[in-house]
Each structure stands twice: as structure tokens, then as C-alpha cells.
């Protein structure tokens, strides 16, 4: 089994985004994660493959258990969701410090989550009050380069858009040389993801 460890802030759509791609449906209740996971059958370039999905919890009182989950892990998803500049902010302050601190030789990939509330009304004015504002896919883009990720991918658990090809990715980047910086195939062919 491929295993795939998903990181990030607590809230910013993880446990979602694993649900959503899992069960094919959003999840209909919030149940903040300790430590879960799930099992699909992908296939990927016409090859089936076995993926196990690894959840965490991105609560700081967790920082201790989270790296338990670490082992035999062959990619991880470091979430940011794209309202919440905060959770941006720490993927450089904290989950790639983590990562490479636990796991220095395995590859990640940056994700954007809750895409879909880039045009939300409600979630604009909360930003706005405090004076933020949705951050852009090239702000994403630009952060992936800076912390090395394999690429900068996009999605809505809610919509599902975008969603299936972070698994994808996720599986591509497994099989791709180590050493050998990659971009995703997507962006190779100069298209942003989203």
C-alpha cells in the first residue's frame, strides 16, 4: 500500500478533502481528527494502485503524536486553505520545518484547500474585517517554489474540483525519481490547477 500523510492547520478542510475523495460525497458534519485514515483503490497512467490516506490533527496540542503517523510514509499534502492567510503563513513556519526535521527524503506536495470560498460573501467580509483578503493561486505557486515542493495543486472538497487530481499527483510524485525535482504533470503542460 501507497501511503499519503495529510498536514496543515486544524480547520482548513484535511479531514474534508480525504472524505470528500474517500466516500465521494462532503463529509455533512465538522468531527475535528486526532488521527484517522482510509484506504482507496486508484487508478493512475491505466495501473491500479492500493492508497492509504493519513489524516492528522493540526492543533499544536498534537505536535508530540502527529510524527507517530510519519513513518513508511511515501508523499505528503501540506494544507493551507486559501481563506485563511494564517494556515499560508505556517506551512513555512511549521509543517515544512516538521517535515524535514522527521522525514527529510520524502517529497510533498503544497495544496490550496476551500477553493470554493474564494466567492463566498460571507467568508469576503470576515477577511475583510480583518483586513485580509483570499490568497490568489500565484501566491500559492510562489510559496511552493520557495519550500521546494513537487507542485502547487488546488481543490474543493465541497465541489470536488480539482480534487481528484491531487491524488493523482500524489501517486505520480511517489513513483518519480527522489532526487529529481519534478514538476506535476499538470503544470508541466502550463496549466494551473484549480
Known sequence: MLKCVVVGDGAVGKTCLLMSYANDAFPEEYVPTVFDHYAVNVTVSGRQHLLGLYDTAGQEDYNQLRPLS????????????????????????????????????????????????????????????????????????????????QCYLECSALTQKGLKTVFDEAILTIFSPKKQKRGCAACRSCCAIV
Open 70 to 149: 510519519y513513518p513508511n510514509t511515501d508523499v505528503f499534502l501540506i494544507c493551507f486553505s486559501v481563506v485563511n492567510p494564517a494556515s499560508y503563513h505556517n506551512v513555512q513556519e511549521e509543517w515544512v520545518p516538521e517535515l524535514k526535521s522527521c522525514m527529510p527524503h520524502v517529497p510533498y506536495i503544497l495544496i490550496g484547500t476551500q477553493i470554493d470560498l474564494r466567492d463566498d460573501p460571507k467568508t469576503l467580509a470576515r477577511l475583510l474585517q480583518m483586513k485580509e483578503k483570499p490568497l490568489t493561486y500565484e501566491q500559492g505557486l510562489k510559496l511552493a517554489r520557495e519550500i521546494g515542493a
